[in-house]
């Protein structure tokens, strides 16, 4: 039996593979400009294919970007919540991961819980996606990685800044710089750094990931400037991080300070007046919205590795 292909962290996949889904979401995109948004690409690759959704946490552009991901690959897509399916009553993981592996031939899950996307991995006989956990955010990152490359032209040797709370984001670019070759330097308040094994993890690959309380320092020179809201949903305590978090907001300062060839970056979405100003997310260096339809780029190729396809 063929291993199953899980994408729960970029790991899952390693640096070859990420790369391959890269330069195939490039190709796609390309080849489709200008289409409808809802015509099926010309190959339908994933003609008859069936991906299961399941949202433990709100969402916009995962749940938009999958389901058209698998209408454009040529398959459908099913969505479920704890509020409509036996999740939300007690069912097991597990089983719910056995019932939907007979219904599905991949499922997705955005949950606050990264151990209930391993045991649905565990149970699970189809590939498992990590659509969002509170560790990482892997399919954000290939979006971000996505849209360095078509801005920059090359992703190995960048340099990116994260500005703010050492969140499931900033862990996935650690990861992301460890597989793809870049470097990353994080600017936070002490107590908010990325996860200790993530980091760990990258400085074994040879890229160590710099945490710095100057967000300045690390804007220097910086390739991407990018952040993520300084509360998540689900935490309670906001006030507290604003304060905290006020002295690593992304303003166009600090876009100066980066140069005028930096981007900014955010997966949104964005608490304007908070952790960026509406000047430089609605200005020339903002690549925020590239990023957001880029989610749909990437999670096609993403689903065609998962699936033996790519």
Same mark, same amino acid.
């Not at 990590?130 to 996505?146: E, F, K, R, V, W």
């Given at each position: &039996? /063929?291993?199953?292909?899980?994408?729960?962290?970029?790991?899952?996949?390693?640096?070859?593979?990420?790369?391959?889904?890269? @330069?195939?979401? *490039? $190709?796609?995109?390309?080849?489709?400009?200008?289409?409808?948004?809802?015509?099926?690409?010309?190959?339908?690759?994933?003609?008859?294919?069936?991906l299961a959704m399941i949202f433990e946490k709100n969402s916009t552009r995962t749940r938009v970007s999958f389901?058209?991901?698998?209408? *454009?690959?040529?398959?459908?897509?099913?969505?479920?919540?704890?509020?409509?399916? *036996?999740?939300?009553?007690?069912?097991?993981?597990?089983?719910?991961?056995?019932?939907?592996?007979?219904?599905?031939? =991949?499922?997705?899950?955005? /949950?606050?819980?990264?151990?209930?996307?391993?045991?649905?991995?565990? =149970? =699970?006989?189809?590939?498992?996606?990590?659509?969002? /956990?509170?560790?990482?955010h892997p399919c954000q990152i290939l979006a971000d990685m996505l849209t360095l490359i078509e801005r920059k032209?090359?992703?190995a040797g960048s340099k990116w800044a994260w500005f703010g709370d050492g969140n499931n984001v900033c862990n996935?670019?650690?990861?992301?710089?460890?597989?793809?070759?870049?470097?990353?330097?994080?600017?936070?308040?002490?107590?908010?750094?990325?996860? &200790?094994?993530?980091?760990?993890?990258?400085?074994?690959?040879?890229?160590?990931?710099?945490?710095?309380?100057?967000? =300045?320092?690390?804007?220097?020179?910086?390739?991407?400037?990018?952040?993520?809201?300084?509360?998540?949903?689900?935490?309670?305590?906001? $006030? @507290?991080?604003?304060?905290?978090?006020?002295?690593?907001?992304? @303003?166009?300062?600090?876009?100066?300070?980066?140069?005028?060839?930096?981007?900014? &970056?955010?997966?949104?979405?964005?608490?304007?007046?908070?952790?960026? /100003?509406?000047?430089?997310?609605?200005?020339?260096?903002?690549?925020?919205? $590239?990023?957001?339809? @880029?989610?749909?780029?990437?999670?096609?190729?993403?689903?065609?590795?998962?699936?033996?396809?790519?």
């Amino acid at each position: &039996m /063929t291993e199953l292909r899980h994408f729960l962290s970029l790991s899952d996949a390693g640096g070859e593979a990420i790369a391959a889904i890269l @330069n195939d979401a *490039q $190709d796609r995109k390309a080849a489709r400009a200008g289409w409808p948004k809802g015509r099926a690409d010309a190959d339908r690759p994933l003609d008859g294919y069936v991906l299961a959704m399941i949202f433990e946490k709100n969402s916009t552009r995962t749940r938009v970007s999958f389901d058209l991901a698998m209408r *454009q690959l040529g398959g459908s897509a099913i969505i479920l919540d704890t509020a409509s399916s *036996q999740l939300g009553r007690g069912e097991s993981v597990g089983d719910t991961a056995r019932v939907l592996s007979r219904f599905s031939d =991949a499922i997705m899950i955005r /949950t606050n819980d990264h151990s209930k996307a391993e045991e649905l991995a565990a =149970a =699970a006989s189809v590939p498992v996606i990590n659509g969002l /956990t509170d560790l990482s955010h892997p399919c954000q990152i290939l979006a971000d990685m996505l849209t360095l490359i078509e801005r920059k032209g090359k992703l190995a040797g960048s340099k990116w800044a994260w500005f703010g709370d050492g969140n499931n984001v900033c862990n996935s670019l650690v990861e992301a710089a460890s597989l793809m070759f870049f470097d990353v330097t994080v600017a936070c308040p002490e107590g908010f750094e990325p996860d &200790m094994d993530m980091l760990k993890a990258a400085a074994a690959r040879g890229r160590s990931v710099p945490i710095v309380r100057d967000a =300045a320092v690390a804007a220097a020179g910086a390739d991407v400037i990018a952040t993520d809201t300084w509360t998540s949903m689900g935490q309670s305590d906001s $006030d @507290n991080r604003a304060k905290v978090m006020a002295p690593y907001a992304v @303003n166009e300062a600090m876009m100066a300070r980066a140069g005028e060839d930096a981007l900014f &970056m955010h997966c949104l979405p964005a608490h304007r007046g908070e952790e960026v /100003t509406d000047a430089v997310i609605d200005g020339p260096q903002s690549a925020a919205w $590239d990023e957001a339809e @880029n989610r749909l780029h990437a999670q096609k190729s993403l689903l065609l590795w998962c699936l033996g396809k790519l």
